[in-house]
């Protein structure tokens, strides 16, 4: 949650070209030292993934007040409404979308089983709350778990809008703002942990990864095929077709969502008066479409790994909102908002390990509900750069969904309360 633009930051630093910087620096040196091919950093990476210190130490800056990620700009409109769609758009032209395809519809089943157990979960961790410390579900605790539900079914546009459905206090909704960071973004934390052991958990579960080992190596093919040295003409046409395409979905996003809004009577309830909705289906839509085009032997130019530079800085961004200190005044909403999580994993596991799909599956099930399209792509692009689409698609599938389902975890929770 943004910081009052009314207070003073007491960070240390506030300059966002100076947290750019930073933000710049510690990337640079977390690549640096993971490259090294001996000694200490070798044996360091090999137990502690490199993408996790880049999420990871900037919320330490956050944390010990040396800058605000609160109030900066380079999450928000930066990183989430420029490099986000730019990433897309350089990720998606790449995508073999065939294979993707082939990934069958477990995935699909994956996705619907996450956003029910998100439901479940808000039920049990109310009532098992309610018997461990019920002063922690007391109140318009429940209208705050409906606004968290709407995030962690679909994202902040289903988040504010319980908000106002269900009208939640602001130091209520602020609270659970920080429940959503401090539990979503350290669940993210562990899904890209855990994806560096993805093939040791396939190998335990039996899973069947063929079709995503094959759509990686016809993708590392088709990159070999085409790779060549890069040319300046190259980046500037890469640079050019990524940001070209996020201003064109800008420029598309204002006007529909506008008209939408006001024209479209269900348009609200599927989020469609949003305007980064649009800007996120838009991009990814243009980079689908280029991928039928030569535009995709651009991969080989590097394309795909400029896109996920971009995502690495996203990841940067997100990290520096963090703050493992703001749940001082009400710590038992933290527990309650890893009792509910816990559920939803739980059960979501248990729906992989039945329908016995690889550990991707059951990561973009979760990540797509929990994180949406701003931090599912970038889990998703841990397992291989061209599957962040993957993760971009089923978070974007959340924004339509996510009202509705949220709604109903209100009035159900609303119910439990007696109110």
């Not at 410390?133 to 109140?139: K, R």
């Not at 590392?220 to 990524?242: C, F, K, N, P, W």
Request: net charge neutral; glycine share 10%.
């Amino acid at each position: 949650m943004a910081a009052d633009p009314t207070t003073p930051s007491t960070a240390l630093i506030t300059n966002d070209i100076v947290l750019f910087g930073l933000i710049a620096a510690t990337l640079a040196a977390v690549f640096w030292t993971a490259s090294r091919p001996t000694g200490f950093w070798k044996r360091f990476y090999g137990v502690v993934p490199a993408l996790l210190l880049c999420y990871f130490i900037p919320g330490i800056y956050n944390t010990v007040g040396l800058i605000d990620g609160g109030s900066s700009a380079l999450y928000n409109p930066v990183a989430s409404r420029v490099l986000l769609p730019a990433a897309l758009v350089l990720l998606t032209l790449t995508i073999d979308l065939r294979g993707v395809l082939r990934l069958g519809p477990k995935l699909l089943l994956m996705y619907i089983g996450a956003s029910l157990t998100v439901m479940i979960g808000a039920f049990a961790a109310f009532w098992i709350m309610g018997l461990i410390h019920p002063e922690t579900v007391a109140g318009d605790t429940w209208a705050g778990m409906a606004a968290l539900a709407g995030s962690w079914i679909g994202g902040g546009a289903n988040m504010v809008a319980m908000k106002e459905v269900f009208a939640v206090d602001e130091t209520t909704f602020g609270q659970f703002v920080v429940v959503d960071v401090g539990v979503g973004y350290v669940w993210m934390a562990v899904l890209i942990f855990l994806a560096g052991r993805a093939a040791k958990i396939d190998a335990r579960s039996g899973a069947d990864t063929r079709a995503i080992e094959d759509l990686k190596t016809r993708l590392a093919s088709y990159q070999a095929e085409h790779e060549r040295v890069t040319s300046l003409t190259d980046l500037m046409l890469i640079v050019g077709i990524a940001f070209g395409a996020v201003g064109l979905s800008h420029a598309i996003a204002g006007p529909a969502s506008a008209w939408f809004g006001a024209n479209v009577s269900w348009a609200r309830q599927v989020s469609l008066h949003e305007p980064f909705v649009w800007v996120v289906v838009l991009s990814t839509l243009i980079g689908l479409g280029l991928s039928f085009t030569r535009v995709r032997t651009l991969d080989g130019a590097g394309a795909s790994k400029i896109g996920t530079l971009l995502l690495y800085i996203l990841i940067a961004c997100i990290g520096m909102q963090m703050d493992i200190f703001a749940l001082a005044d009400r710590p038992w909403l933290f527990l309650l908002g890893l009792i509910w999580i816990a559920v939803h994993i739980a059960l979501l596991w248990a729906l992989g390990k039945l329908l016995r799909v690889p550990f991707f599956y059951f990561a973009m099930g979760s990540q797509s509900n929990i994180g949406g399209p701003a931090s599912a792509p970038v889990v998703a692009s841990v397992f291989h750069p061209a599957l962040a689409p993957v993760g971009a698609l089923l978070g974007a599938l959340g924004y339509a969904t996510g009202t509705v389902l949220a709604y109903l975890v209100g009035i159900g929770l609303r119910a439990m309360a007696g109110q």
